[in-house]
Each structure stands twice: as C-alpha cells, then as structure tokens.
C-alpha cells in the first residue's frame, strides 16, 4: 500500500522547478508596486525593504528545511533547494538594493552605518556569506568544487543565524516573531547533528 510519504514524494517529481521560481519571485514586483501606489503605508521605502528582508529569510530557513524533512521524515524536496536558496539571494539583494538606493542614498553614511550599526553590520556580514553561494549554485561550480561545494555551501548555517539575529535587532522593542525565526534556524541547525539521525544515509545540506 502506498503511504501518504510516497503519495507526496511522488506528486513533487511532477512540479517543475520554474513555477517554483516565477511564484516565489512574483512578490518583488508586486510588494514594489504597492509602495509606489501607496498599499504600503506613510512609509513604502521601510515596509518594502522590512518585506524582502524578512522573504529572503524565509526562504533561507526553507532551504535549510530541505534535508531535515527527508532525514526524519522521507519528505524528499531537494530538487528545490537550488531555487530555494537563489530566491532567498534574490530578496537578499533586494533587500539591500533598496536599503541602498532608496533609503540611505548617501555612500559616506553608508559606509559609516555598516561600520558603526551593529545590526547592519551583521546583516551585511550575512550578505557577504550568500554572495559565494549564489555565485557557485550551478552544475559546472558543483562539479568543479566536489566535495569542497557542499563545505562552503555550509555557509548557509552562520548566514542563516545572523540573518535572524539582524532581524531580532532591527525590530523596535520586544517582538515575538523575529524570535520565533531564531528559533526555527536553531531548531533546523540541530536536527542536522550527527546524533539525530534517523538511520538514514546523511545528505549534505545547505
């Protein structure tokens, strides 16, 4: 009898990877759309870059779920990790671009504010570690870095924290959900630990 587990394994072989891409892609414009129209509040600039900033987060901790999901529980979705975590670069250098252009505008100030902020200096450190990522996430860097693809890619473990805790930083005053973010990072983090496998051979991660 099939179970549930194959039903799903099944139905995601049937899912391009490009709808995953057009469907995660689409908020850009739209949420961009909205500042400028006046969907977003007194202030569009901060809602748009507070909104991509908080997508790419998402979509980081997505792609870290990938291998705890077929570890413990045979849930096999690596075949969207690659979107996963370009997507989460997307909305990373949205985030920044609008920080960038659109808010601070000023180079000396930004240069100063990377320097003296500490939130935007972890969040620019987070940055700085995805950059190589996105740059190796296609078949000829795979094959030409071997093992040593899947070690650097583990750089999405520290990114993923100091996304979270830039997040946690940024928010004005003691709010639940960047903690929640936290967490769910941490959790993911530890269901990697080589004590909690599930008897299954270990797949590297990013």
């Known amino acids: ?23 995660g ?11 400028l129209t006046g969907g977003l509040g007194v202030d569009p600039v901060k809602a748009i870059e507070h909104r991509y900033g908080e997508l790419a987060l998402q979509f980081l901790i997505a792609s870290l779920a990938i291998t705890p ?11 969207f990790r690659r979107a996963l975590g370009l997507l989460c670069f997307f909305y990373v250098s949205c985030h ?9 505008q000023i ?13 935007i200096t972890v969040g620019m450190t987070s940055f700085v570690l995805l950059l190589p ?3 190796t996430s296609n078949n ?9 693809w899947r070690k650097l890619h583990r750089l999405a473990y520290p990114a993923a924290v100091l996304g979270a805790v830039h997040y946690i930083w940024l928010a004005k005053g003691f709010q639940i959900e960047p903690l ?5 990072v941490i959790c993911l983090l530890i269901l990697r630990l080589p004590g909690l496998k599930s008897g299954k051979r270990p797949i590297s991660a990013t």
Do not use: E
């Not at 999901?69 to 075949?79: C, D, M, S, V, Y």
């Not at 000829?140 to 040593?148: F, Q, T, Y």
């Open 1 to 23: 009898m099939t179970s549930v587990k194959d039903q799903l394994n099944r139905l995601v072989r049937t899912v391009p990877t490009w709808c995953l891409y057009v469907l």
């Open 133 to 135: 990522l996105a740059v």
């Open 96 to 104: 920044l671009l609008v920080w960038l252009v659109l808010d601070v």
């Open 140 to 148: 000829a860097s795979i094959r030409k870095l071997g093992n040593r």
């Open 25 to 35: 892609a689409l908020p850009a414009p739209w949420l961009f759309y909205l500042g």
């Open 180 to 184: 929640v973010y936290l967490f769910v």
């Open 69 to 79: 999901l077929r570890r413990h529980l045979g849930l096999n979705l690596i075949k």
């Open 107 to 119: 180079l000396a100030q930004i240069l100063k504010d990377i320097v003296k902020r500490p939130y």
